[in-house]
């Protein structure tokens, strides 16, 4: 069976002031810019960064549900050193470090549980520049691939997120765990970028 694929593309060098957009428009945002959203045909996620005077960051997650209807997903709660904080995803509140744990075998593999209870990694691919996420029995559900530095109207485009939407149990699309897979692929890319 053929697999259906959902491809996001990815703004901006560093994850946490970036967009995802496809066809239809923005579909998520990471950004520390005055809060806007664009209407489309698919439900957009909009994240919002506010620093506080102490130096501390808060990124709120956004999911327009419909037209000036908007409801809170996520919010995360920086380090006052820039660093990973705490992350409250529904009603769930964990440290950012427990969404991205290192493998005792490999630190560049990063593992967290999501909302369906099952354990998921992020890991290099061994043939490719891609950043594969495996569910607990293996399968690939989801990537992250780099790409050349594109210019678009919404910005330059840095990679693409990959949803395999019948993978494994194939409810990687489903809202609760794409949203944590967006927020853990933005915190491993965070990892990557700044040697955490």
């Known amino acids: 069976m053929a697999t259906s694929t959902e491809v996001l593309s990815w703004t901006n060098q560093d994850p946490r002031e970036s967009q995802l957009f496809n066809s239809w428009g923005v579909v998520y945002r990471f950004s520390v810019r005055p809060l806007f959203h664009v209407l489309d045909r698919t439900p957009n996620i909009v994240f919002q960064t506010v620093v506080n005077p102490n130096g501390q960051s808060t990124t709120t997650l956004f999911r327009s ?3 000036n209807k908007e409801d809170r997903v996520a919010k995360l709660e920086w380090a006052s050193n820039g660093g990973l904080g705490r992350a409250m995803i529904g009603k769930n509140t964990v440290p950012m470090s427990d969404l991205v744990r290192p493998d005792r075998g490999n ?37 992250f691939r780099p790409t050349r530095p594109t210019r678009y109207q919404i910005g330059d485009v ?22 944590t897979v967006t927020v853990t692929a933005m915190l491993y890319r965070f990892c990557q970028a700044f040697g955490l």
Not at 119 to 129: Q, T
């Open 107 to 143: 630190p560049v593999v990063r593992m967290f549980n999501a909302p369906d209870g099952l354990a998921y990694r992020w890991r290099p691919s061994s043939s490719s520049p891609e950043i594969l996420l495996e569910d607990s029995a293996g399968n690939v559900v989801a990537f």
């Open 65 to 67: 549900v419909r037209t």
């Open 158 to 179: 840095y990679g693409e997120l990959h949803f395999l939407r019948n993978a494994g149990a194939a409810t990687i699309t489903h809202p609760p765990i794409m949203d």
